[in-house]
């Protein structure tokens, strides 16, 4: 059974921080591994997404994930945080399904304040 | 290109009624998934639609149930319905990898 535990759900940085939030993995296949983005009152916005091609996945806005087989994480990071990142973010797994993507399990989430 | 849209936007309706949610795909996306978010949860998968037919599904009951269209749009219908089943009821469509969700349905139930 594949799950995902997202560590801290309540991250606050100073504005111009480096923001880091944590996401770990169970899998017993080559996972499908996501970030969405929440902002209030919307829907889930994808971030990056690693898919078996390369470890480092840049994604919009200026975020990044590592895939660290050896660790079973998926750590979203930006090197300076805005006010405008403000929201909740989800990491998510997924595996294949016949070519296509199978369902998405995902962590509790992790809210992220930026103070000016 | 008009990217996932769910209709209503939000809906209120009492314990016992039924309830049915619309989704339409982003353009060339053939397969459609619903997830039910609770306040202050991640997002809970409840099925997936392709080719008309429910490819799979997580672990809802009965009365959670849907449909998918030639066009690939689809409908989630819940019936007799409970307190429990307020939520925000997203849609994401995908073509291979990457789901793309639509703005949700909020659903309050009095």
């Known amino acids: 059974a594949q799950s995902v535990t997202q560590l801290g759900s309540h991250v606050s940085v100073s504005e111009g921080a480096l923001v880091l939030l944590r996401c770990n993995y169970s899998s017993s296949v080559p996972p499908y591994l996501f970030w969405y983005v929440q902002y209030p009152n919307q829907g889930l916005q994808l971030l990056l997404k690693y898919t078996s091609a390369a470890t480092l996945v840049k994604g919009i806005n200026g975020f990044e994930a590592e895939f660290k087989k050896s660790e079973t994480s998926f750590h979203l990071t930006k090197p300076s945080a805005h006010m405008s990142d403000a929201a909740e973010y989800f990491c998510a797994v997924s595996k294949n399904y016949g070519g296509s993507q199978g369902n998405l399990i995902f962590g509790k989430g992790t809210k992220l304040s930026v103070k000016p | 290109d008009a990217g996932v849209t769910q209709s209503p936007t939000h809906l209120i309706k009492t314990r016992g009624q039924q309830v049915t949610l619309r989704c339409s795909p982003k353009?060339?996306?053939?397969?459609v998934s619903w997830y039910q978010q609770a306040l202050g949860q991640g997002p809970q998968f409840i099925f997936q639609?392709?080719?008309?037919?429910?490819?799979q599904r997580g672990n809802f009951p009965d009365r959670f149930s849907g449909h998918q269209f030639p066009n690939y749009s689809s409908e989630l219908n819940v019936n007799a319905l409970l307190l429990g089943d307020s939520a925000l009821y997203l849609c994401?469509?995908?073509f291979g990898e990457g789901q793309y969700f639509g703005p949700g349905t909020r659903l309050l139930v009095l």
């Open positions: 353009s060339g996306h053939d397969t």
């Open positions: 994401a469509s995908s």
């Open positions: 639609y392709y080719e008309e037919e429910e490819r």
